[in-house]
């Protein structure tokens, strides 16, 4: 699955994906883009997931018609994500096109 992470997560978030293709905002080029700005360009270079800790991009973007999946974490502290990257990848298989998943991150 091609998934995108936003700027506000740990690249380190990349090698605990395992099994997909997964690439960061800034290796794309993409940092510093508004969250419409982000959405357009995932969607238009083919990504099926964002993953992001933007709690605020939920309600920010009209997401009727989108292709986009995205997996909102509660946290983006990088131990509470390396103890949680199993229910990461979970929300990731279950997520469907257009869907917003949030995913609760407990220690």
Same mark, same amino acid.
């Given at each position: ?35 419409? *700005?982000? +959405?357009? &360009?995932?969607?238009? /270079?083919?990504?099926?997931? #964002? $993953?992001?800790? !933007? ?31 199993? *229910?990461? +990848?979970? &929300?990731?298989?279950? /997520?469907?096109?257009?869907? #917003? $998943?949030?995913? !609760?991150?407990?220690?």
């Amino acid at each position: 699955m091609l998934t995108l992470l936003d700027e506000n997560l740990p690249h380190s978030l990349r090698r605990l994906l395992k099994g997909h293709d997964v690439r960061t905002a800034a290796y794309q080029g993409w940092a510093g883009l508004t969250n419409g *700005a982000l +959405l357009k &360009a995932a969607e238009d /270079a083919g990504f099926e997931v #964002i $993953v992001t800790a !933007d709690r605020g991009i939920r309600y920010q973007q009209n997401r009727r018609n989108s292709r986009v999946a995205l997996i909102v974490l509660s946290d983006n502290d990088e131990s509470v994500i390396t103890s949680n990257a199993d *229910a990461i +990848l979970a &929300a990731m298989r279950m /997520a469907q096109p257009g869907a #917003i $998943v949030w995913v !609760d991150l407990t220690e």
